[in-house]
């Protein structure tokens, strides 16, 4: 095992649906928490140490009304090594991660893990709103490990990695979500654990950020540290890992070279994604989750739904239904457009209209239609990421929610191809000649 960084050994997790899933953020919520099921009106409930002593018997039981987010899941990482863990949404890669990361605990089997880890996970994890950046970075470095002498020395490399010099003393909690990640990138990068887990959370931060971090990420490991890297863009996948893993349904597909994977990985998507249609699986276990989310979604043009996919040039509208159970000002709705790499074509936002769309106090259901005048792709096949933010905080992110099939059409005059690229553009030629 000397080279060995992680081991998991048949991992499974089971939660059960229909109730409230327990869902901490930080040891402050998981001590609360704990004591509220304990002490009920300042008496202990014994019925708490009865269901913890039979938890796993009474899970096991009950199968209508529970649902494995990951069943006999083993792998190996190497020291060193740069594992790319793809999967589509659903498929158990945040789960695997909370296990790695020790944020939850495996329902069954054991996972080993060799040296320090790094976590960052979905936004939010491990921060303590109340308290201030600067005492953010402190409470992490002392969670992983770390003496004073040793966070002081990467203080200023951390706080200049995250371009948040000007609001390092502010509370966390008036953080925006690119701010949020920023920093908790910079902390969970410099404070040099020997294992680091990155998300997909770098999806939040803008495109410079996204590079400068999958810059960091590669000299972290070129340094010889472990590093495993949840995207879905394959291209970044491609460019940094050295391994993939393919995560479905909960049980590995695949863990093997890269190139090999990212190929299973789009020819599994081009099987299973719904075209120009999306409705929300399992949205009873979500909503214990989620108070505000995407439910449905659907392309049409000119009126029409279209299996079969749309021709370049066409006018689109997309149809979003959201639901919340509570009440939400100003919500945004986010429409990424990737191709099958996983890089964004375009991004579309509702709270860039002039309309001001969704800007009164909405509860229950309701919905954002995006109307495109001219599709400017060429032909081939996209996938289409859809997300709601509240003040500007992402709270549900379906990526590869649908593909979106393009087909060869008239676009202002030309009749457009693949070989084109994958942007059109209206053009005007006229010839000039410079002959005497």
Known sequence: MGNIAISADNIGKMYKIGTPMEHHDTLRDLIVGGLGRVFRNGKPNPEHNLRVRHSAHTLHSVRDNTFWAL????????????????????????????????????????????????????????????????????????????????????????????????????????????????????????????????????????????????????????????????????????????????????????????????????????????????????????????????????????????????????????????????????PTLVIGVDNWLGQRIVTMRSSSCATNVGRELLQGRFGFVCSVKDLALAPGEYRVELGLEIQQKPVHVENGAMTLQIMPGNYHGAEADSVLGIILCKQHWEYASWAD
Not at 261 to 276: D, N, V
Request: hydrophobic fraction near 40%; proline fraction near 2%.
């Open 71 to 330: 069943r006999n899941v083993s792998f190996e990482v190497k020291q060193g090594e740069v594992l790319g863990v793809i999967g589509r949404n659903g498929a158990g890669k945040s789960t695997l991660f909370k296990i790695l990361s020790r944020i939850t605990e495996p329902t069954e089997g054991r996972v080993k893990i060799y040296g320090r880890v790094g976590s960052l996970l979905e936004v939010g994890t491990g921060f303590h709103p109340e308290l201030s950046g600067r005492e953010n970075v402190y409470l992490n470095g002392a969670i992983l490990g770390m003496r004073r002498s040793e966070i002081d020395r990467k203080f200023d490399e951390i706080v200049a990695f995250s371009e948040i010099e000007k609001f390092i003393d502010t509370p966390v909690k008036r953080y925006s979500s690119g701010m949020y990640v920023r920093l908790a990138f910079a902390v969970a990068a410099h404070l040099e654990p020997e294992v680091f887990i990155v998300d997909e959370v770098l999806a939040v931060g803008d495109a410079e950020f996204q590079k400068k971090c999958l810059g960091k990420m590669g000299e972290v490991a070129k340094e010889g540290r472990t590093v495993l890297f949840v995207s879905h863009n394959l291209a970044a996948v491609e460019r940094l890992c050295d391994a993939g893993l393919i995560i479905d349904a909960g049980q590995v597909r695949f863990k093997g070279e890269k190139a090999e994977a990212i190929k299973r990985y789009a020819e599994a998507l081009r099987g299973k994604e719904s075209r120009g249609y999306f409705r929300l699986q399992s949205e009873a276990q979500l909503q214990e989750l989620i108070a505000s989310r995407i439910v449905e979604a659907r392309v049409t043009s000119s009126g029409e739904f279209s299996e079969g996919g749309y021709k370049t040039g066409d006018p689109l509208e997309f149809h979003i239904d959201c639901v919340s159970d509570v009440a939400i000002r100003a």
